[in-house]
């Protein structure tokens, strides 16, 4: 075995290459860290948040940006800058973390979650305001679950045509579920 080994090191560069490969060997292995995750799951975060995230970074960027109660971003973009504040708006995305993935909902944050819209409808409605029936707890907890949810109903609908003034009465009175 000795010998073996004796006759690659005796090689100059066979050595080299022994070397490196040792090294990048321990490079790899301290890169792994202690076995703590350091990854981060991307949380979950309201629309009015969102936005509000949003318009701070697009306005840092120079641009005209206004975050609206309901959640929705108001831009004055310039026709011929509207590709470069798609990019901004991009990066924003990125350096907020928007542009990663949340985890799809188990079953059972899925029903939480719609029992949440369902309060908040209730609180929607107790305001005065019509609120469309929701759809059946069946199939909301099955879109719930899905990596882009789409009920096809929403409890401020009945507020987001109103004033911006009207819209922020609502969401604070009714806070919209996470």
């Not at 990048?24 to 301290?30: F, K, P, Q």
Request: proline share 6%.
């Amino acid at each position: 075995m000795f010998n073996d080994v004796y006759t690659v090191f005796n090689d100059e560069r066979a050595a080299m290459r022994m070397i490196g490969v040792l090294l990048l060997s321990v490079l790899l292995l301290a890169g792994c860290g202690d076995g703590e995750d350091t990854s981060s799951t991307p949380e979950r975060h309201t629309e009015r948040e969102w936005a509000t995230d949003m318009a701070d970074c697009l306005t840092d960027k120079g641009w005209n940006v206004t975050a609206g109660s309901d959640g929705s971003l108001s831009a004055e973009t310039p026709t011929e800058q509207y590709e470069q504040y798609e990019s901004d708006r991009e990066d924003c995305s990125a350096e907020l973390g928007y542009d990663q993935p949340l985890p799809v909902r188990t079953a059972e944050e899925a029903e939480a979650y719609f029992d949440a819209l369902l309060e908040a409808a209730d609180c929607v409605r107790d305001l005065g305001y019509t609120v469309a029936d929701p759809p059946s707890r069946q199939y909301a907890v099955e879109q719930i679950q899905q990596p882009v949810i789409d009920l096809g109903w929403d409890p401020y609908d009945a507020v987001r045509p109103l004033s911006e003034e009207t819209i922020e009465e609502v969401f604070t009175a009714c806070p919209e579920p996470v």
